[in-house]
């Protein structure tokens, strides 16, 4: 079946809990891991005076494999120009737990399935709640390569669900 469209998960709602009254029941049962793999990169030791922060301009959700994309294709460009001589940061962390309920099609699918009785879903994926004007991205360099980073923080907008800005301290 695939990933369900992001525009499926890109409104912040608040986490919700099962209350049942059997306990068991009130909890998630397994988290998916996330696919983020890192979150600092590049020379991590160096003080660099310049840092340009990827922002979101509106609340939404992100979810975990958009982050990866999207640092995936900075760290490449930034490796690709700088080479060790920078830090990237990712600053979000996908805590809430995305879920779905299943609905099975076709003949015969109405004795197997609950319908909406008991539509707590199953977890399917980790997103990060993002609010307005949070940073994303920092990247860490140096004054002449401020450019150069606003060009990588640039590229990896359109992997994400929401409008970006720049913003350089």
Avoid: W
């Amino acid at each position: 079946m695939g990933l369900r469209k992001g525009i499926a998960y890109i409104r912040v709602k608040r986490p919700y809990t099962r209350k049942s009254k059997f306990n068991k029941l009130s909890y998630v049962k397994a988290i998916p891991t996330s696919k983020v793999v890192r979150y600092n990169m590049g020379d991590l030791k160096k003080d660099f005076p310049k840092q340009v922060d990827l922002v979101s301009r509106e609340r939404v959700q992100i979810r975990h494999n958009a982050l990866e994309s999207a640092r995936i294709l900075v760290n490449r460009v930034l490796s690709k120009v700088l080479g060790n001589n920078y830090r990237l940061r990712l600053r979000l962390y996908p805590h809430h737990i995305l879920r779905e309920n299943k609905m099975l099609t076709g003949a015969g699918a109405d004795r197997m399935q609950q319908g909406m009785a008991q539509a707590f879903g199953k977890p399917i994926g980790l997103a990060a709640q993002v609010k307005e004007n949070q940073p994303i991205f920092s990247a860490y360099v140096d004054s002449e390569y401020v450019d150069v980073a606003k060009v990588a923080l640039k590229m990896a907008a359109p992997r994400l669900p929401c409008r970006c800005g720049i913003v350089i301290n």
